[in-house]
């Protein structure tokens, strides 16, 4: 992925206020601060030297937080106010906190209000900027808390942003002589070692009984028994099962997950989107399947190869579609900032060298002992044998072929 130059028209959602509450998150203290603090020393929230070079830059965008109305576009009106209203003045022996999910992985902590309606305005506004046209990526690395329920928080998670992002994604647009439909298409990939239970639980059976389908999810994740979360939707498609739904897909990984697993099922993804011809991708770029970090259970590097996460994400940013990048799980802070910094360079088209060394900044310490952007692949074994990537692409080639009938009369075909 060598450096292009581009007019690639990207939005990021940063403030000081953004940083200070997502910081507060008990399960990732920090990490956004971490995170934004990187992007800034390798100078990516720098406007270029010369403005006629065309290449890209990033436009920093204020986020404006969510109001109740917003919120409750998906959430359940009681968890809302419970949240922004009493969650704070509740002690923690309340049985209302474990009604609402308030508990263990999810624990109530000073300005829960603020956060959830600042980390939901962020991803919010800068999806906004993507479905008015004034961007064509955006970014919002302290979203993607794809675990949050209608009326529960869970697995770290506390508002469901990447929900209310599709829902606004999906909204109709005034119908333009020529255009295809006036009722965009969202594609939903989740790249989280965990499976994206509570986006994909908000739009099952949403789209499969619908003339017009509008939401495809695809979550690729580590299922396994006792392996957080579980639920009915991580296994793979039953094609045959009175449960199943096209739009509503999982592709379960086994450990060891690497580089070459990863792109042995691309091209599934990549038939996905053509059949499903989404106008919006969000993505959900959880880094909690690389290599290093304390789960310890895939094994897939940032690396420019073939399959790695950073190449993922520069195939998905040249699809003809607008994207919004999401953050999500990682518990190695450090590593997290290299991913999502890597990420926001190749979102610009202008990609980082892995081998670049950390900029001097006050967390530089934290980089040690390399002291460069890469995160390369570890030495863990990768059991996803080829019997059973073979039988992921014999079902999913069912699948993709389900969805292009469904899609048919969308597309005018016959």
């Given amino acids: 992925m060598a450096p292009v130059n581009s007019s690639r028209r ?11 509450l997502s910081s507060l998150l008990p399960s990732n203290r920090n990490r956004s601060l971490l995170v934004h603090t990187l992007i800034k020393a390798f100078g990516l929230l720098s406007p270029p030297d010369d403005s006629a070079s065309g290449n890209s830059a990033l436009r920093p965008l204020r986020p404006i937080p969510a109001d109740v109305r917003e919120l409750v576009a998906y959430h359940d009106k009681d968890f809302v106010q419970y949240i922004l209203r009493d969650a704070a ?6 049985e209302a906190h474990s009604e609402y999910g308030l508990e263990e992985d999810c624990p109530a902590f000073p300005h829960l209000a603020e956060y959830v309606k600042l980390v939901a305005g ?24 794809h675990h949050a329920q209608k009326s529960r928080a869970s697995g770290f998670c506390y508002v469901a942003d990447c929900v209310l992002a599709i829902l606004t994604l999906k909204r109709s647009l005034p119908a333009v002589p020529g255009s295809r439909s006036s ?13 994206s239970d509570g986006v994909s639980q908000a739009f099952y059976s949403a789209s ?7 939401v495809l999810t695809l979550s690729i994740h580590h299922a396994a028994p006792g392996f957080f979360p579980v639920s009915e939707h991580s296994p793979l498609p039953n094609t045959s099962g009175v449960s199943f739904d096209p739009f509503t897909l999982s592709l379960p990984l ?7 697993t990863f792109f042995r099922v691309w091209p599934i993804i990549e038939n996905l989107k053509e ?22 259970t895939w094994n897939w590097s940032l690396g420019e190869k073939q399959g790695s996460f950073g190449w993922y994400i520069d195939k998905i940013c040249h699809w003809r579609c607008k994207t919004l990048l999401l953050g999500g ?19 610009l088209d202008q990609p980082l060298s892995l081998e670049a060394d950390i900029p001097d900044h006050a967390a530089f310490p934290l980089y040690a002992p390399s002291f460069t952007l890469d995160i390369p692949r570890g030495n863990t074994q990768d059991q996803n044998t080829h019997e059973y990537l073979q039988h992921v692409e014999d079902i999913f080639g069912q699948v993709v072929g389900i969805i292009h009938d469904r899609m048919a009369p969308c597309k005018g075909l016959t």
């Fill in 10 to 20: 990207v939005c990021y959602a940063v403030s000081n206020e953004l940083v200070k």
């Fill in 89 to 94: 003045k509740d002690p923690i022996t309340n």
């Fill in 122 to 145: 962020a991803t919010l506004t800068v999806a906004k900027s993507l479905r008015e046209g004034q961007a064509d990526v955006a970014i919002c690395w302290d979203g993607g808390r």
């Fill in 183 to 195: 009722k965009p298409r969202v594609m939903y990939i989740d790249l989280d070692l965990h499976f």
């Fill in 208 to 214: 499969s009984g619908s003339m017009t389908p509008q």
């Fill in 254 to 260: 086994e450990r060891g997950a690497s580089d070459s």
């Fill in 275 to 296: 059949a499903f011809q989404p106008d919006y991708v969000v993505v959900q770029c959880g880094a909690d399947g690389l290599a290093g970090d304390p789960y310890a």
């Fill in 329 to 347: 799980g990682g518990y190695n802070s450090p590593n997290v900032a290299r991913a999502w910094t890597y990420l926001t360079s190749i979102a």
